[in-house]
């Protein structure tokens, strides 16, 4: 069973930063996808970036290239979104998720970039809230 744990989340002014960690259940860091997925009040929830724990390669959405970046500690089992020049637009409750290692994206069509659909992952965490006043 994979555990995901979001934090880092909170309120800021337009322009300003925050980091989100997802911290993952051990021996979940292992050749899966994950991502980060956010959802605003009255909206579907959208993929925000994503990358391959094992080799690497990230995705973004093109709202938020050049702001935002996705990493991870492989040692801590963490995920991280930097969050740069954050606008109104950008508040949402922000989810962390991995797709287990689901056999259906272990062909080399799959990269980060056509994996910034939630409905491709399986585990999420609870979510941590983001808001950015103007």
């Known amino acids: 069973q994979v555990q995901l744990v979001e934090s880092g989340g909170g309120s800021v002014q337009a322009g300003g930063s925050l980091r989100l960690s997802c911290a993952a259940s051990?021996?979940?860091?292992?050749?899966?996808?994950m991502g980060w997925f956010r959802q605003a009040p009255g909206k579907e929830r959208e993929g925000v970036a994503d990358?391959?724990?094992?080799?690497?390669?990230?995705g973004y959405a093109d709202s938020v290239k050049g702001r935002f970046t996705i990493s991870q500690d492989n040692a801590k089992n963490t995920l991280y979104l930097q969050m740069n020049s954050l606008k109104p637009e950008d508040t949402a409750m922000y989810y962390c998720?991995?797709?287990?290692?689901?056999?259906?994206?272990?062909?080399?069509?799959?990269?980060?970039?056509?994996?910034?659909?939630?409905?491709?992952?399986?585990?999420w965490g609870q979510g941590t809230q983001v808001t950015v006043s103007s």
């Open positions: 998720a991995a797709d287990g290692g689901d056999p259906k994206h272990s062909g080399s069509w799959w990269t980060p970039s056509r994996l910034l659909d939630p409905a491709e992952y399986n585990y």
């Open positions: 051990p021996n979940t860091y292992n050749n899966y996808f």
């Open positions: 990358m391959h724990t094992r080799f690497g390669g990230t």
